[in-house]
């Protein structure tokens, strides 16, 4: 995966985790169902990983959430 964990933030208002993401100098805030750069989509978030389909070729990537 070309992305980096780089924390989260749970929306008091709505109860949705967002989930903080790097490539490079780009941030990116998802949260499950969001799609970064036309290719990946957020799968599933859980307290010990994110899961990720690669649209293209529709695989499954996990990526660790560090700490948990």
């Known amino acids: 995966l070309p992305f980096v964990y780089a924390g989260q933030l749970g929306d ?3 109860g ?8 490079g100098d780009t941030v990116y805030a998802v949260s499950a169902g969001d799609v970064i750069e036309e290719s990946y989509r957020i799968q599933a978030i859980t307290d010990r990983q994110i ?11 996990t990526l660790a959430v560090p700490g948990n």
Do not use: E, G
Request: glycine share 0%; net charge positive.
């Open 16 to 23: 949705k985790l967002i989930i903080y993401l790097t490539r």
């Open 12 to 14: 008091p208002q709505t």
């Open 51 to 61: 899961t990720f389909v690669y649209l293209p070729t529709k695989a499954q990537q």
